[in-house]
C-alpha cells in the first residue's frame, strides 16, 4: 500500500474509532492502529461498537467492512459488522450485505482472458439509490468451496460497465467502494 493511501486509511481508521462513546475506547482503538495492531483494533472496534448497541450509519458500516476487507479480517468480523445496528429505522443507501449472500454475475459479464474471468461473484455492498453492487470476486477452490481471501472486487449495475480491481492492487477494495459510491449520481 502506498504513503498516500495508508494516510487516507488512517483517517478512515479514526474516524470509525470515533464511533465509539468511551474515551477510552476511543483511544484503545486508535492505539491499535498506531503500533500496526489493526487486525486486533478492528475486531475491539466491532466488539464495542456492538457493545454499546449504537446505530452505525450505513457508510460508516461500508468503510468498516472495507478497513477488514484490506487487512483480511471480513472472514472473522463480517456477520458482526452487518448485524451493527442501524442509526434510524430506515437502512441508508449504501448496505453491507452479511457474509454468504447468493452468488451473482451480473448480464453480459465477459473479461476474456483476465485473471478474474472465472470468479465467483458475491455481492458484498449495494446501493440502494442506483442498484449497483460491489461483489468480492473468489475463485472456486478444488473441493466446492470458495477462496478464504477475494481474488478482487466488481463494482457492477444498471447502465454501468464492471469495474473490476484485483485485490493485489495497493487500496483495492477502496478503490472499489470509492467506485461504488462516486458512480451513483442518485443520493
Given amino acids: 500500500m502506498t504513503a498516500q493511501k495508508y494516510a487516507a486509511e488512517a483517517v ?10 468511551a474515551p477510552g475506547d476511543r483511544e484503545e482503538v486508535q492505539d491499535c492502529w498506531d503500533i500496526g495492531e489493526q487486525e486486533a483494533g478492528l475486531e475491539l472496534l466491532v466488539d464495542r ?3 454499546q448497541g449504537t446505530g452505525v ?4 458500516r461500508a468503510e468498516l467492512a472495507v478497513m477488514a476487507e484490506q ?6 468480523l463480517g456477520a458482526r459488522i452487518a448485524a ?3 442509526v434510524g429505522k430506515e437502512a441508508g443507501r ?4 452479511q457474509d454468504g449472500a447468493q452468488e451473482t454475475r451480473p448480464a453480459g459479464f465477459v473479461l ?3 485473471p478474474l474471468a472465472q470468479a465467483v461473484l458475491v455481492p458484498w455492498i449495494v446501493c440502494a439509490a442506483c442498484e449497483r453492487v460491489l461483489a468480492r470476486a473468489h475463485r472456486r ?3 466446492g468451496a470458495l477462496s478464504f481471501l477475494a481474488e478482487g472486487y466488481v463494482v457492477f449495475g444498471p447502465e454501468l460497465a464492471p469495474v473490476v480491481l484485483p485485490r493485489e492492487e495497493p487500496g483495492a477494495a477502496w478503490d472499489a467502494l470509492a467506485a461504488l459510491r462516486d458512480g451513483c449520481d442518485r443520493g
Fill in 84 to 86: 451493527l445496528p442501524h
Fill in 12 to 21: 478512515v481508521w479514526s474516524r470509525l474509532a470515533g464511533l465509539l462513546s
Fill in 141 to 143: 477452490e478444488e473441493w
Fill in 94 to 97: 449504501l448496505r453491507v450485505l
Fill in 57 to 60: 450509519e450505513e457508510s460508516a
Fill in 49 to 51: 461498537l456492538l457493545g
Fill in 112 to 114: 476474456p482472458e483476465h
Fill in 71 to 76: 487487512w483480511s479480517e471480513w472472514d472473522w
